[in-house]
């Protein structure tokens, strides 16, 4: 699979110059291939928010740049304002993101400010609400009077409405209860299986990434620690809890059955694959 975006040599430090000058990214080199999955993770101050906004262009490196399909993003010919319709930025706090008087007209936003008309972008953000599972009662509403949840949805069809092809979620579930970050990230999880859309999550939870993604991230403290399928990185979870993360429970629950005895494979993460390993040994396989 070729590569839709590819991150260079990257580096950020922010205040550069001044006493304040502190290094957000190093040096960081990473791929993301079209149509996959990533998770990105790391403790809080590590990056990750940096680091994503200079995948559509928002923000510029100190070093280093962005390829978007094979073009640099940072190069002074390229259209920023076009990519940023291609990848979709969804910041941590929707708040930011909306700021139209009702849901419909800030859905509406991205396309008109791509040049299409009233009728159009109408039709664009009605799409685009369905997409994120936005019910039709709230459309007239203010942003502001929406739950967290639907706030959340507000925002991602703000993006969606502009048809990317990579969106990129900046902690989407976080503030939300369980059964609302449970509806947030399958109504994610269906926009990469049913549209194709490369997706890159920046998560908190192990558990979620074990879930959905097929590529995993990490940072620490700047710097990339691991690229790679997330089982893989799962398996370092000393290292992960050297850096204030951990594997998700189950690698844990699956290490203490290893200990007692237990034939199980060691690189579950998910609740399915344990109920299958479960299921396995129950059987006598
Ligand atoms: P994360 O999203 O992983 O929590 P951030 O990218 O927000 O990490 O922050 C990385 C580092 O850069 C932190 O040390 C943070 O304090 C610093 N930082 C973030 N934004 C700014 C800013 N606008 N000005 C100065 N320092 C910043
Ligand atoms: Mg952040």
Redesign the pocket.
Known sequence: MAAIIKVDNLTHI??AGTV?Q?Y??KDISFEIEEGSFVGLI??????????IQHLNGLIKPSSGTVFFKGEDIFAESYSLKQLRSRVGLVFQYPEYQLFEEDVIRDVMYGPKNMGFSDEEAREKAIEALKLAGMNEVFYERSPFELSGGQKRRAAIAGVLSMEPEVLIL?EPTAGLDPKGRDEILDTIDKLHREKGITIVL?SHSMDDIAKYADKLLV?DK?ELKYNDVPKAVFREYKELEKIGLSAPQLTYLAADLIKQGVDIDPEIGTVEEAKNEILRLLKGE
Do not use: E, P, R
């Open positions: 922010y205040q304040m502190s957000a990214i790391g403790h809080t101050g590590s990056g990750k928010s940096t680091l900046d920046v940072l700047g």
